[in-house]
């Protein structure tokens, strides 16, 4: 067994360490079970005896002495299966109890995991890791234990009863075992890297659904559908050779199981007609103890059949506790809380980031945003503007200079408290399944519905809740399907200015509404912003010519930065972006961008 197998096999039974009174208890009904299993073919073997030593001795058979034999018999049958069912009962409830804390950690952890986390994976993966292997560890370690513990004690029970009944047919017997063990061990081993293998394509497969999926009518619309379908095809082939092969060779072990162990019946047979014939057992005897043979061999290839599944239940507990051992986000180890009474004052001091040494993203930038001003970000793409405001949100931190909020550098403020303050509004809207009412108020706690109305109202969602059937407890799903992107939009924003949080940033949150909508939302954002400092990350740069700063950035620097008109005049980087995005839309045929209306703070 390699490193992290065993690293696998000590941590799950960590996790089920609560449950170790229950797995005492079906250990216990397990092993009352087997006794009274392997008792039967002794009393059977009992029973041939009484009748043969009749025939042989030409008189009656002694009808009642063999029928309380047989009805011992169905008795012990009868306790053995309650025994099995209470067993099973257990061992379902362990696993499943395993499985609900693994779900519980699970998701605990993709809670902490930083951004950096999730930005350098499919989506597809780690949901795999979450559900599919989850899911796999629950279903066969069930069987795992259920079958695993009994055939083991099945092992035990029935070698003792034939070292009883005969220890030279026993020995006769042992011998074959090391075959069969090494058989499954050597397919075994082969077979782990296989599942291993299935499953890490099986996550490739379901990032590459989702991603089509979430953006199945861009995929149309580029005309992408059959690359699509090929890619899938490829990863599908992909999941299907990988559990053929992982599936061939754990269907090797049972033949070969079943060729050992015929070897053994053909061997018992021979060598127990001999003794017969010298006295030394009797018929009965060498009866119980093909019986044995039997219960002997099927405990065997169980086993080996459960050391596949057991691969199979590691190869997805390793990529499980892979997730669980990701670095999370470090809690603040002397945390210092922001004034109760927030004024929203930010700083930004020769700040600098960078994902790798040799790759500096931000150096040196400085910046100071008084409460109540509205900040705006612009340049071109990857100048550094949505990593800003991560660093602000602690979704990264710096790695030099400080950020203050209040006065308080947030590196020593807990996250959670922290982003309470910061309402945000990205460009990529996300709902969540449930009401309309329920989406606005997310994160808001209990919230009457009065208050939800208001803000509604506020930000021009009222209107568009009235037109839909439900009103406010109109369900969408998670895609929002039935509402419109700007509307959408528009739900986001009222759910951050319910918050009333004293900064706020909008990320690009008005690039998907259309003219008429985005006229409606930034004249409630002009009125909703009021006494808060806001960071409104731009493309167009129409949207922000009211800001009392704008920043232009490049490459992680600010080049330039104060107003409008005062950036406008000095006709540098600003006023080459301006006049770049008014060019074009005269030569679209759009409205010039000066008419587009902008929120003053």
């Known amino acids: 067994m390699t490193a992290r197998n065993r690293g696998a096999v000590r941590r799950l039974l960590e996790t089920a360490r609560p449950e170790l009174p229950l797995a005492v208890a079906a250990l216990a009904c397990a092993a009352a079970a087997v006794a009274l299993t392997v008792a039967v073919p002794r ?27 047989l009805l011992s018999a169905l008795a012990c049958y009868l306790a053995a299966f309650l025994l099995s069912f209470a067993q099973q009962r257990a061992t379902a409830t362990i696993a499943q109890r395993l499985v609900f804390r693994l779900r519980e950690r699970t998701q605990a952890k993709l809670a902490r995991l930083p951004l950096a986390y999730f930005d350098g994976r499919q989506r597809g993966d780690v949901l795999s890791r979450a559900t599919n292997d989850v899911d796999n560890v629950g279903q066969t370690l069930q069987q795992v234990l259920t079958v695993a513990v009994t055939a083991l004690l099945m092992l035990v029970g029935v070698l003792a009863m034939m ?20 058989a499954a061990r050597v397919v075994g081993r082969r077979a782990q890297p296989r599942f291993a293998e299935q499953f890490a394509a099986t996550g490739l497969l379901n990032a590459h659904i989702e ?48 060729l050992v162990m015929n070897l053994n019946y053909v061997l018992v047979a021979v060598i127990g007609g001999l003794r017969v014939a010298a006295g030394a057992l009797s018929i009965g005897d060498v009866q119980a103890f093909i019986q044995y043979c039997l219960q002997f061999g099927q405990p065997v290839n169980q086993v080996a059949s459960m050391s596949t599944l057991l691969q199979s239940v590691l190869a997805s507990a390793g990529r499980i506790f ?17 004034p109760a009474t927030a004024t929203g004052r930010v700083t930004f001091e020769t700040v600098s980031f960078r994902y790798a040494p040799d790759r500096p993203l931000i150096e040196d930038l400085s910046l100071v945003a008084e409460p109540g001003q509205t900040v705006a970000i612009v340049g071109p793409t990857g100048a550094g503007k949505t990593t800003l405001i991560n660093l602000l949100m602690r979704f990264y931190d710096v790695t030099g200079g400080r950020i203050t909020v209040d006065g308080v550098d947030i590196a020593r403020v807990p996250r959670q408290e922290l982003r309470a303050r910061i309402g945000m509004v990205l460009q990529d809207t996300w709902l969540r399944h449930g009401t309309i009412a329920d989406n606005i108020a997310y994160g808001a706690g209990d919230v009457p519905r009065e208050r939800i109305v208001e803000v509604a109202r506020a930000t021009g969602v009222d209107h568009l809740v009235r037109t839909l059937p439900g009103g ?21 924003i ?22 008429r909508t985005e006229v409606l939302v930034q004249r409630a954002m002009t009125s909703l912003r009021a006494g808060r400092t806001g960071f ?32 406008l005049a000095a006709g540098g980087a600003y006023a080459r972006l301006y006049r770049s995005q008014l060019t074009g839309a005269q030569l679209t045929g759009a409205q010039p961008a000066a008419s587009d209306p902008v929120p003053a703070s």
């Open 472 to 492: 406010y407890d109109t369900v969408v799903d998670d895609d929002g399907e039935g509402l419109s992107a700007g509307e959408r939009q528009l739900v986001t």
């Open 322 to 338: 892979e997730l669980l051992d990701e670095d999370e986000e470090e809690p603040v180890a002397d945390p210092v809380h922001l």
């Open 494 to 515: 009222a759910r951050a200015f319910l918050a009333d949080p004293p900064i706020l940033v909008l990320d690009e949150a008005t690039s998907a509404l259309d003219s």
């Open 43 to 69: 009393l059977l073997g009992a029973a041939t005896d009484l009748v043969l030593s009749a025939v042989s001795g030409h008189h009656r058979v002694d009808f009642a002495a063999t029928g309380r034999v």
């Open 163 to 182: 070292v009883w009944t005969s220890p030279l047919l026993a020995l006769v017997s042992v011998v074959m075992v090391p075959l069969s063990v090494v």
């Open 211 to 258: 991603e089509t999926y979430t953006g199945h009518a861009l995929v149309g619309v580029f005309g992408r559908r059959r690359q699509a379908v090929r890619e899938f095809g490829e990863r599908n082939d992909a999941v299907f050779r990988a559990g053929f092969r992982a599936q061939l060779l754990s269907s090797l072990i049972g033949p070969s199981m079943s």
């Open 536 to 567: 409104v990350i731009a493309h167009r740069l129409s949207t922000v010519r009211n800001a009392d700063v704008i920043l232009v950035m490049d490459e992680g620097r600010i080049v330039e930065q104060g107003t409008h008109d005062r950036l």
